[in-house]
């Protein structure tokens, strides 16, 4: 008998850990805590200037101000207003110049275009605004939501994503750090440069990154920070400096604003990784997006062959539904970002794919003619990559 109920309490125990384990939330029932206000900002607390010279350390300023929260979402904002600010670049040709005419290109530039077009169909004067910046106003322009998405060669690194309050969308472009020195001044790498002094620009990754690593080998050497492109490379081009450090894509385009371009060469060292690629004011996922999937929609179709010559006859003809997705002839992939269905059709259409801005902009037909290395489609090596239109 004692055996009998044993084995009832047995069963009954085990039936009890099986509804236990059968009863787990569904997805619907999961609850999500939203963070607190002092959990979302957890402020970080500027060294005092003995710590700063204890550690050596070079940071950049945090520069964090009092995020105003918007009312309504950015989406809206822009549609109501009926343009797109874009935060940009006037001084760096092939990513961000301003014209004489007023006018601004370059592959960030593109960048900005597409999104405007992905809200508005079109992008023109009257739908979106450059609004030029240093390299030290990003964070400020973000924080004060002066400006809807930055596109402006700014690198993607810890810090930035938590002191500027910002997210980073995809990398449209891999680059990393180097140097560039005269031809005749005998140096070919890093090591040649114990004692010389280096021209650099401040507010950007590239001032820490040329501080670790000539502390990392060792090397004794003095930096002149400018605050902006052309003073740099001025006081560089008048012998001020035994070298020019930047972004490699910014020394290619810098490079030829030079007056004899030949007397100088980029050395081979790449100092650091620099993830280039649009940021936006935290707090808005729609808005992330929006700008995300205008850069995949530029990578996706130069992997499928889509670009602004055959979009329309290929919106009309694919069988491919991943294709057909994309472009808005199959599905609600757009309606569900709150755009136009068929916003990455308009976005090819009018800017193009990955391939054609980055010729535009940079390719060989340019006076950049930077390889595409990194920045090629992962089925050809490279790091582009988009998530699947589905
Ligand atoms: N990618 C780096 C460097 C960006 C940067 O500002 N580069 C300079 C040197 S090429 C530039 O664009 N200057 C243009 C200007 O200040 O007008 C960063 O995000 O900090």
Redesign the pocket.
């Known amino acids: 008998m004692l055996k009998k109920v044993l084995v009832m309490v047995a069963v009954l125990a085990v039936f009890a850990l099986v509804a236990a384990q059968c009863s787990q939330p569904t997805v619907e029932q999961v609850k999500v805590e939203e963070p607190t206000a002092t959990q979302a900002q957890q402020v970080q607390e500027e060294p005092t200037a003995a710590q700063v010279a204890e550690t050596q350390e070079v940071k950049e300023s945090p520069q964090v101000v009092e995020v105003q929260e918007p009312s309504e979402s950015r989406l809206e904002t822009v549609r109501k207003r009926g343009k797109l600010i874009c935060g940009g ?4 040709a092939g ?1 961000g110049v301003l014209a004489d005419d007023g006018s601004f290109s370059g592959f960030d530039i593109d960048y900005c275009r597409a999104i405007a077009v992905a809200i508005f169909g079109v992008a023109d004067d009257s739908t979106l605004e450059i609004r ?1 910046l ?2 030290s106003d ?1 964070p400020i322009a973000l924080q004060t939501n002066e400006i809807d998405v930055l596109v ?4 993607y690194t810890l810090s930035r994503d938590t002191e500027w309050s910002a997210n980073f969308g995809p990398t449209t472009f891999y ?1 990393g750090q180097g140097m560039m020195v005269r031809k005749d001044s005998g140096i070919t790498s890093l090591e040649d440069m114990e004692g010389a002094s280096v021209c650099v ?1 401040t ?4 001032e820490l990154n040329l501080a670790d690593q000539m502390a990392l080998r060792g090397i004794n050497y003095t930096p002149k920070v400018f ?4 003073s ?1 490379l001025a006081a560089f081009q008048a012998g001020n400096c035994d070298g020019f450090t ?2 490699k894509s ?2 290619i ?2 490079q030829q604003e030079l007056e004899n371009p030949a007397d100088y060469q980029i050395l081979g060292v790449t100092m650091s990784k ?1 993830p ?1 690629g649009p940021a936006y004011a935290h707090g808005d996922d729609q808005w992330a997006d929006i700008v995300d999937w205008t850069v995949y929609c530029t990578i996706s179709a130069e992997e499928f062959g889509v670009n602004s010559g055959n979009v329309d006859e290929i919106a009309g003809s694919a069988e491919d539904p991943n294709i057909r997705r994309m472009l808005g002839v199959e599905g609600d992939l757009g309606t569900g970002l709150g755009l136009d269905n068929d916003f990455c059709a308009n976005i090819i259409r009018e800017v193009g794919n990955y391939e054609e801005i980055y010729n535009r902009n940079l390719g060989p037909d340019t006076p950049f003619n930077v390889p595409r290395g990194l920045n090629s489609l992962w089925t050809d090596g490279g790091l582009l990559y988009s998530p699947p239109f589905r």
């Open positions: 670049n006037a001084n760096l990513f030029p240093s390299a990003r402006r060669n700014t690198t680059d620009q507010g950007t990754t590239t605050p902006d492109a052309p740099t930047t972004d910014g020394l385009s810098q620099e280039l």
